[in-house]
């Protein structure tokens, strides 16, 4: 059983910027693809970013690129997400996830039934 913590939110003004970092206990991110999704006020979760077990596949949604980095440290298993030019509309609850499973190829990174664990959700709030 993979325990997966999210760590590093908090409110910030428009504009702002945070890291948002992920670490795992009970497994390893090694091999494994890695997502962070967002869940706003009354919406349903949505992708955010992921990238692939090997790092070399970086995936964004249109809302965020060009703003959002998301990157791994596999020997200290951790996954964080850098945000930069915060918006209101990025007030969300922010979970990180994971495919342990290590899905190789083509996969389908933007969906959530891709990933097998997830975290409990680190709350980001922008004010404008």
């Avoid at 342990?100 to 980001?124: A, E, F, L, M």
Wanted: glycine share 12%; charged share 20%.
């Amino acid at each position: 059983q993979v325990h997966m913590v999210e760590s590093g939110g908090g409110l910030v003004q428009a504009g702002g910027s945070l890291r948002l970092s992920c670490t795992a206990s009970g497994g390893s991110f090694s091999r494994s693809n890695l997502a962070w999704f967002r869940q706003g006020p009354g919406k349903e979760r949505e992708f955010v970013a992921a990238i692939a077990w090997d790092g070399r596949n970086t995936y964004y949604a249109d809302s965020v690129k060009g703003r959002f980095t998301i990157s791994r440290d596999d020997p200290w298993n951790m996954l964080y997400l850098q945000m930069n030019g915060l918006k209101p509309e990025d007030t969300a609850v922010y979970y990180c996830a994971t495919d342990s499973r290590g899905t190789k190829g083509t996969y389908s990174y933007n969906q959530p039934s891709t990933y097998d664990y997830w975290g409990q959700g680190t709350q980001v709030t922008v004010s404008s």
